[in-house]
């Protein structure tokens, strides 16, 4: 794959995953609820350690270990 192919391939996976509705859906909607650099880090790691599998799952599991610590600073959803 030359530069410009690429370019092109990247440039459809943000048009195809940079949108509100796939977030509603997938594990990245965990560290999008926090408003601190250092909450979004932690549980966007804490959810990426957690990633196998099927996505409900994955968020579900996530959303016990952000009970877990509380939701420090967590964005009012």
Known sequence: ????????????KVDEYNQPEFIENDP???PHRFSENRDIEISGFLTAVIAWGNRKSIIK?????????????????
């Open 1 to 12: 794959m030359n530069p410009a192919e690429l370019k092109d391939f990247l440039d459809l």
């Open 28 to 30: 990245i909607q965990i």
């Open 61 to 77: 599991s996530s959303e016990k270990i952000m009970e877990f610590l509380e939701h420090s600073r967590m964005i009012s959803s």
